[in-house]
């Protein structure tokens, strides 16, 4: 097995193992949150650079749960036709492409806001769902990391909630929960459920059992990322990890969560060495390795990572990009 064998999520075919995770190019979009020319251009860049599939940068369902000003929108029909031009072009190069949706949060505490804003949310969410499938997307990434709403919402640290959306044994995950409920119907063998959680909320234990949660859930592939580790948001605390694990500790929590979950999952976090990935993917530690600043210096960090497979390896490998 090599990074560059395909791996089917229901009838995706996803080309290889190597993944582009969602990646916000705030320079590349404008105050009204539309999808532009270059915006399509970076993702054509890297699909014709081999990427196995594309994750869309976080994609806001809401005008006030955007992260900065030019972060791009799914809060209404008008945002499909750009959306759809960028899964267009991905398809050109026969990438599959799903596109990760998002909601900032709020200055105010998970705990503060009404249960009525949040069943509102919930609304917007499943719409933009919606409308993700009809843009001509393969599937959608909840994100559910990185100290945003929802990672909020499963952090036991900052859901102090006594509603429906507060955390309860065995349901740990409310808001999401409802959510792939009510969408169910939506995501059938074309179209993937993937969620972005916070391998860390804020332990890796906490994380081992949201991950389980999610898979009984419905979920298709799960991505390990970062999560809310302390009520400082500022302050990143590293989990406790084997010395003598070689990469970085994000990755480590994918590996570790996978372990618990028979569903697929992606890990991600300072990849740049094709040697790196291919160690995880040939050891079965990760079905996926996310490569995000690497693929922001080569889009066609596949292709790139092919020459030096065979270069370090010495053996040439036939790879459909
Ligand atoms: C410029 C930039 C934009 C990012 N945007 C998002 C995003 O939209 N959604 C998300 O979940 N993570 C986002 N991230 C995190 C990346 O997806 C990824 O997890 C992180 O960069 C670590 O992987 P890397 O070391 O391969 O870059 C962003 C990171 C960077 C550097």
Wanted: glycine share 8%.
């Amino acid at each position: 097995m090599t990074i560059f064998d395909s791996y089917k999520v229901k009838n995706i075919e996803i080309k290889n193992r190597i993944i582009l995770p969602p990646l916000v190019r705030f320079s590349k979009v404008g105050r009204d949150g539309l999808v532009t020319e270059d915006l399509v251009e970076w993702y054509r860049d890297v699909a014709m650079g081999g990427a196995g599939m594309i994750i869309v940068e976080a994609t806001c369902v809401a005008e006030d749960g955007k992260l900065r000003h030019n972060q791009i929108g799914i809060w209404n029909d008008t945002f499909i036709p750009g959306l759809k031009s960028i899964a267009d072009e991905c398809k050109k190069y026969n990438t599959p492409v799903i596109i990760q949706i998002h909601h900032a949060g709020f200055k105010e505490e998970i705990a503060t806001i009404t249960e009525e804003k949040l069943d509102e949310i919930l609304e917007m969410f499943i719409k933009a769902f919606h409308r993700a499938k009809k843009a001509g997307f393969d599937g959608i990434e909840i994100h559910g990391a990185h100290t945003y709403l929802i990672s909020q919402l499963n952090s036991r640290l900052w859901n102090t909630r006594k509603d429906k959306y507060g955390i309860k044994k065995n349901n740990r995950v409310a808001f999401s929960k409802m959510l792939i409920e009510k969408t169910r119907d939506i995501f059938d063998e074309n179209f993937i459920l993937c969620y972005r959680m916070g391998g860390n909320e804020p332990t890796l234990e906490d994380g081992i059992e949201i991950a389980k949660e999610l898979e009984l859930l419905g979920v298709d592939l799960l991505h390990v990322s970062s999560g809310v580790p302390l009520l400082d948001i500022k302050q990143e605390v590293k989990i406790e990890m084997p010395i003598a694990f070689p990469l970085d500790w994000v990755i480590y929590m994918g590996v570790e969560i996978k372990k618990h979950v028979k569903i697929p999952v992606i890990g991600v976090r300072k990849i740049k060495e094709e040697k790196d990935a291919s160690w995880l993917i040939e050891n079965d530690l990760l079905d996926f390795v996310a490569v995000g600043r690497g693929m922001i210096a080569r889009p066609d960090w596949v292709r790139w990572a092919h020459k030096e497979y065979e270069r370090r390896t010495g053996t040439k490998i036939r790879v459909d990009y």
